[in-house]
Nanobody
């Protein structure tokens, strides 16, 4: 059974930084595409960043240059470093693992989510 456990959310002032972590278990992590999604109140869940097993990354335009996704295959973990946070980044952030070769909202494995709030 796949389990994804996120940590690292919280309240931060605009311009601040947070680092989210996601620990995976129950499957062969090294071969999986991993991603971070977020969902703000009243909005659809959106893909923020993804990373392949080989370390190739992709970002939503809204976070490019501010967020960095990384992974440590020795720890079965993926991270999201968030810098220069703005109020629009406020959302519940979800770690996701692709069940099949690509991330897909309908079939991903999901973590429980962690709240990120950006406010002065």
């Amino acid at each position: 059974q796949v389990q994804l456990v996120e940590s690292g959310g919280g309240l931060v002032q605009p311009g601040g930084s947070l680092r989210l972590s996601c620990a995976a278990s129950g499957t062969f992590f090294n071969s999986k595409v991993m991603g971070w999604y977020r969902q703000a109140p009243g909005k659809q869940r959106e893909l923020v960043a993804s990373i392949t097993s080989g370390g190739n990354t992709n970002y939503a335009d809204s976070v490019k240059g501010r967020f960095t996704i990384s992974r440590d295959n020795t720890k079965n973990s993926v991270y999201l470093q968030m810098n220069s946070l703005i109020p629009e980044d406020t959302a519940v952030y979800y770690c996701a693992m692709a069940r099949y070769p690509l991330l897909d909202y309908a079939t991903n494995y999901w973590g429980q989510g962690t709240q990120v709030s950006v406010s002065s």
